[in-house]
């Protein structure tokens, strides 16, 4: 037989295979930030400070007003108040200084401060009232009822609840659609562009305190402005020396004299609906009054009484706000994913990978 000459296998000779690099880390997660609901608000409406404050989108009269007053009561201040505490009293400043205050709190109040917005119906919600109309006695009819309205009696009279289109509700009694806000609004009374939002059941209060101490406020400036031109054109120097004396008194003559009256209206106007329980969407309606056609229908809200009414619009409680802006959207992932990490087989070690090849050589060789 031959022998067989047999080398030893050098195993640093044997191709080792490329290690597997380490498995990379996937991209982590990075949770999003918490929604809150004014940022998600269907309506138009603008927010500030974190949903603190709500204003109507089209508030651009609201610091035309603002501008006025202050403009207006600066001018009394520094002209006015100094000749006529010399000559009168100077109780004057301090009766204008906390009208001017009343004014200014009362107007921010009703401008920041949310009307009694009525939150929309949720797809599951309108979906169930979709079926109760269309289906109202849960027969398997096809009829559907033209007319989407309900009924309520309150005081032993019928009031009608008509649908809302965009909000998917039946409104409450006394509530109606702003389409400037794209709201509805509970005990709604109006849109007033000079407070630059709507006026409803949360802030009427306010507005009734600002047009009542406006009204007093301008008639207030007024009276004193016409004394201190009357006072300076004594002694025989006449109108036209006063207004050289102080040009800053026939400005804030001709401003007062032209708002005084719209003012005063409006305040008597609003007394007489705080009196009588109603709201001037009612008023223009005819809700109440034979306007509509209901000739035997009363005011089914009011308690026959003044005082009773006064009490129950401006000193009821304060309702609290629906619409929760502050609050946040819940989030439709109820799970956050993590990282995954993956097992792969673990490389072969280099020295394990030597002694296998020696002991191949090894049996080849015996």
Not at 121 to 140: L, V, Y
Not at 220 to 240: K, P
């Amino acid at each position: 037989m031959k022998n067989l000459d047999y080398q030893q296998i050098d195993p640093q000779a044997l191709a080792t295979p490329t290690p597997t690099p380490p498995p990379r880390p996937l991209p982590e997660h990075k949770p999003r930030r918490a929604r809150r609901k004014w940022e998600v608000f269907p309506g138009k409406n603008r927010f500030c400070c974190d949903g603190r404050v709500i204003v109507a989108r089209q508030c651009g009269v609201l610091p035309l007003t603002l501008g006025l007053i202050v403009l207006t009561s600066g001018l009394f201040f520094i002209f006015d108040c100094p000749f006529l505490v010399e000559h009168l009293t100077g109780c004057i400043p301090v009766i204008g200084g906390v009208l001017f205050v009343f004014v200014i709190i009362s107007l921010l109040q009703t401008s920041f401060t949310d009307p009694g917005i009525l939150p929309r119906a949720t797809p599951e919600e309108a979906a169930d009232i979709e079926k109760q109309i269309d289906n109202p006695t849960g027969s398997s009819s096809s009829y559907r009822p033209p007319p989407r309205t309900k009924e309520v009696v309150i005081n032993q009279q019928v009031v009608k609840l008509k649908y809302c289109f965009t909000c998917k509700i039946f409104r409450p009694p006394r509530t109606s659609h702003c389409s400037l806000c794209d709201n509805c609004v509970e005990r709604f009374d109006h849109h007033c562009p000079w407070v630059g939002n709507c006026v409803g059941k949360r802030n009427y209060r306010f507005f009734y305190t600002f047009i009542v101490s406006l009204s007093f406020l301008t008639a207030f400036i007024f009276g004193c402005v016409t004394t201190h031109l009357a006072l300076r054109s004594q002694g025989g120097n006449g109108l036209v020396f006063a207004l050289q004396a102080s040009p800053a008194s026939a400005l804030e003559l001709v401003v007062c004299f032209f708002s005084v009256w719209s003012i005063l209206g409006l305040s008597g106007f609003h007394t007489y609906l705080v009196a009588t329980n109603l709201t001037t969407n009612e008023d223009i309606k005819g809700s109440w009054s034979g306007k509509s056609g209901n000739e035997d229908v009363g005011n089914p809200y009011s308690y026959n009484s003044i005082i009773k009414n006064c009490c129950s619009v401006l000193c009821g409680p304060m309702p609290p706000s629906l619409i929760d802006r502050r609050g946040f959207v819940p989030s439709d992932d109820s799970v956050q994913t993590s990282p995954v990490e993956i097992d792969l087989p673990a490389a072969k070690n280099d020295t394990n990978m030597e002694r296998d090849c020696l002991d191949f050589a090894l049996s080849c060789a015996g």
